[in-house]
């Protein structure tokens, strides 16, 4: 069973902070990585994704990973109120069933509150 | 901006009765998913098509589910009967058959089961 992890949280940051969000995956086959948000009631919305060891930054939002590790992580920078949601981290990998078909398991994610 | 359509969005069903999902994939992509997600978990693949076939139902409960995506472009899930551990989220999602496999999700529907 290919595990992802991640702390459940509440996060909770100040306004204006930096946020960093962790995630750890049990697959060294894995090769694609992905965060979604997800406010309350909505379904999950794709922020970033990142393929490479390293850092990838877009707008606010960096993700780093860490093949070496298995370990993946996610910096929000002058975190917003607009930020506070649960953030899901996915990783992609052969699926189990012995087909021809990659598959994302998913962290149970976790709350962030950015407070104003 | 292209998104995933998903009816109905909420659906409120008595245990035992049949309840169906559609969902019609971002133009153009191939692979089509179903996730189920309860409350405080992430969502879990139940069913995966490419185009119109399956490729992967390991985790549906085929006993009382049912998925189809007759002409490769929209899908039907169907629960029947329904029993009140099927209250969740059932979300749709699709991707490009391509080396990213970024998937789009829909905006799901909320099913609770009495």
């Known amino acids: 069973q290919k595990e992802v992890e991640q702390n459940s949280g509440p996060l909770s940051v100040p306004e204006g902070a930096i946020a960093s969000l962790n995630c750890t995956y049990s697959d060294r086959g894995s090769q694609s990585f992905f965060w979604y948000r997800q406010y309350s009631g909505k379904s999950p919305e794709l922020i970033m994704f990142i393929y490479s060891n390293g850092d990838k930054e877009d707008g606010r939002f960096t993700a780093q990973l860490n093949k070496a590790s298995q370990y993946v992580s996610l910096l929000i920078r002058d975190s917003q109120p607009s930020d506070s949601a649960t953030y899901l981290c996915?990783?992609?990998?052969?699926?189990?069933?012995?087909?021809?078909?990659?598959?994302?398991?998913f962290g149970k994610g976790t709350l962030l509150t950015v407070n104003p | 901006e292209a998104e995933v359509a998903q009816s109905p969005r909420y659906k409120i069903t008595e245990k035992s009765q049949a309840v169906a999902f559609w969902c019609d994939p971002i133009s153009g992509h191939a692979t089509l998913y179903w996730y189920r997600q309860i409350l405080g978990q992430g969502p879990e693949l139940l069913v995966q098509?490419?185009?119109?076939?399956?490729?992967?139902d390991s985790q549906l409960p085929k006993d009382r589910f049912s998925a189809e995506r007759l002409k490769g472009v929209d899908s039907t899930l169907k629960i029947q009967p329904a029993e009140l551990g099927d209250s969740a989220m059932y979300l749709c999602?699709?991707?490009?058959?391509?080396?990213?496999?970024?998937?789009?999700f829909g905006p799901g529907t909320r099913l609770t089961v009495t």
């Open positions: 098509f490419q185009d119109e076939s399956v490729v992967d």
């Open positions: 996915a990783v992609n990998h052969w699926g189990n069933s012995g087909g021809s078909n990659y598959k994302l398991t």
């Open positions: 999602a699709s991707s490009l058959e391509d080396l990213t496999y970024e998937q789009y």
